[in-house]
């Protein structure tokens, strides 16, 4: 009996460590857990079983049981289960005519260790080993003939039990998995020598303790949908999963990350990675690719064009500078001359295209919106380009980086777009009409970061098309700070 306690403690005491280890590492700091939640494993479990004692077995009997199963961890679990099982025992020898049926209905509780979870090869295991010990509670009936301590008759006994064994099982599926196990019962109290019905009075058997043995098929099934949590689909049972499967993945991800290599061997601010013209001439203006910098489209690159933005159309010469005819002094006769000519074959002129030019960008500063003075020459240019093309109007979209939330970043970039519209407005005199505001918030960066990029931080101009609309201000609190010149809210 003290034997029995022993077992009884230590199984116990292995449940309790279990489940207070797993309090004990409950973080305290902000931590990233790798165990995702799992699914229940459901089964039935057929086999053969029989009785060790006094009277010999007779083999097979038959039995059969369910059992709920749930992970503590990748090695511990817990099974609930119940059995029902009938076996019979008779001695052949015809001076021994000792026989009896016994019939056993339980259920209870085992701890389940899986012994070969620790091998970190694979993301899941297709054979698992098992060693498992638990208790619970069984009724049984033996009913016996020619047993010499008592008459014939039957005896049923309510008493606990403790039960050990091993098996090993294969996954077949995520859903489905097979397994053998044996399993060996034995019953507390007086119980405990009668599941042969031979109380063994006279001492003249082969042990003083029956057990129930059950050698058996487990048919396994797993079940569960989403983890309410996390809203995500549990996994299988963790005893069938790598405990190192979620840092593995995890460390292949940042394995697979391009590493950020800020090199720029022309030093034109952009570096190699996404540098178009790696050659570019030292101190030439360069686009957000890294391409020299040609703004008309004259092929005479910004550098070296005295006329960067040169009216289209023209032809130009070796400076840039476009060739626009000196206008001719007409007399009347010319002009009507002229005007029956072009009468004759009237068309509507078209004007020229300007889809194609490559309009400065502006830059802010982090959280800002203030027009920097680095930035007015731009400005200027594109003011210039306006002026030189009276029927064009420009579209300024306003974007952000993506260090705050999209609220946030759909104001700020509003508020650029508008202090560099209201700037062209104040400094140049540029009819509000003629600029079309937009704003994109952090939704088109041209650096693919989370991180702040003052590349990121930027006003676009482009040509505006007919379809072209004006944004209202985005719904959110005011964001950034600056200081927008003049008035630009006349609309």
Known sequence: MSMRKLIFTFLFGALAASLSAQDASAPTAPYRSFSPADQWEVGVHLGLPFVSGDVDSKFPG????????????????????????????????????????????????????????????KPYHKLLLNAFGGVGGTRFKSTYEN?????????????????????????VSPKFNIGLEYTVYSAFGKGGDRLDGDPNIAFQGTSYRDNLHFPNLTLNFNLGGKDKKTGLARVEPRYWAN?????????????????????????????????????????????????????????????????????????VDAMGVAQVPKPKILTEDDVNRIVDAKLANFKLPTQPSVVDWFLPMVHFDLNSYTVKKSEYEKLYQVAQVLKSNPTIRLVATGNTDRLNNETYNNVLSYNRANAVVAHLVAQYGIARDRVVLNWAGEGVNIIPTNTGNVTNRRVEFRVAKAADKEMGRPEGKEAGKGRIEGNSSGF
Do not use: C
């Open 147 to 171: 047993i010499p301590s008592v008459a014939n008759g039957e005896t049923t006994y309510n008493t606990a039990y403790i039960n050990g064994g091993a098996g090993i099982s294969y996954r």
């Open 62 to 121: 038959f039995g059969g049981g369910l059992h709920v199963r749930k992970s503590l961890d990748h090695v511990f679990s817990i099974r609930l289960n119940s059995l029902f099982a009938s076996a019979s025992n008779e001695n052949n020898a015809t001076s021994d005519l000792r026989k009896s049926d016994m019939t056993w209905i339980s259920g209870g509780g085992e701890v389940v260790v899986a012994l070969n979870n620790l091998i970190w090869n």
């Open 243 to 315: 405990p190192l499967d979620g840092v593995s993945t995890a460390i292949s991800a940042l394995e697979a990350r391009a590493i950020y290599d800020p090199t720029d061997s022309d030093g034109d601010g952009i570096i190699n990675d996404i540098d178009q013209e790696d050659n570019s001439p030292a101190g030439a203006r360069v686009d957000s690719k890294g391409v020299t910098l040609d703004s008309d489209g004259d092929k005479m690159p910004d550098y070296k064009d005295k006329e960067p933005f040169s009216p289209p159309g023209y032809p």
